[in-house]
């Protein structure tokens, strides 16, 4: 089954405590991005992946890292969390960057006390 | 720069009421749209899309047309059922490589 999964789907952490959220897509997507979803605003690009190795800031890139080290995976950082992070992500991929509709997982939801 | 804007919700209806959402975008070039519904506690899915002016872009009794004289998208549906009831996202995409820009969302509710 194609799909795009995430990891972990809920957290609860504390500020400045390092986490990772995994992002793995099994259809050999080669673009894949990171986006945050705050009420009224809908849903807000954090950071992009055109292929392996390439990664690029979104709109609102401040406080997160990426990275792209292998085709399937696009795990997203927060080195040091803070509340105003607190959210709910979802990753998403498509075949290629163009106007291809995308794939989302089923989203990771993070507090951040 | 691009933008998309929905109409506010909730939309409160009762089960075969007819459904429109609102959605309208600023944006250079030519871009696709698209309506994405959200289920509660799942992922965003593609509903419909529309590449290009005068497209017409459905699925499950949803339709959507790219109205460039307008810059508009509404989504429709003749008959809502109880199971519609989720977010719909409008959505613009394409000319910033694969960034889609996203309306606000407008939550609908469908009672029996």
């Known amino acids: 089954e194609a799909q795009v999964t995430q990891n972990p789907r809920y957290l609860i952490t504390v500020t400045g405590k390092k986490l990772t959220v995994t992002c793995s897509q099994n259809?050999?997507?080669?673009?894949m991005s990171w986006y945050r979803q705050d009420p009224g605003l809908g849903l807000r690009q954090i950071y992009y992946s055109m292929n392996v190795e390439v990664t690029d800031k979104g709109d609102v890139p401040e406080g997160y890292k990426v990275s792209r080290k292998e085709k399937r995976n696009f795990p997203l950082i927060l080195e040091s969390p803070s509340p105003n992070q607190t959210s709910l992500y979802f990753c998403?991929?498509?075949?290629?960057?163009?106007?291809?509709?995308?794939?989302f997982g089923d989203g990771t939801r993070l507090s951040i006390l | 720069g691009n933008s998309v804007t929905q109409m506010e919700g909730p939309v409160t209806l009762s089960e075969e009421a007819f459904l429109t959402i609102n959605c309208t975008y600023t944006a250079t070039g030519y871009p696709s749209l698209f309506w994405y519904v959200q289920y509660p506690g799942e992922g965003l899915q593609l509903l419909l899309k529309a590449t290009k002016a005068d497209d017409k872009g459905s699925n499950k009794g949803f339709e959507a047309t790219y109205r460039k004289e307008t810059t508009s998208f509404h989504l429709e549906k003749g008959s809502v059922q109880v199971s519609d009831s989720a977010v719909y996202f409008c959505a613009l995409g394409g000319n910033q490589g694969g960034k889609l820009i996203f309306g606000q969302g407008t939550e609908l509710s469908v009672k029996p």
């Open positions: 998403a991929s498509s075949l290629s960057h163009g106007p291809q509709p995308q794939h």
């Open positions: 259809m050999n997507h080669e673009y």
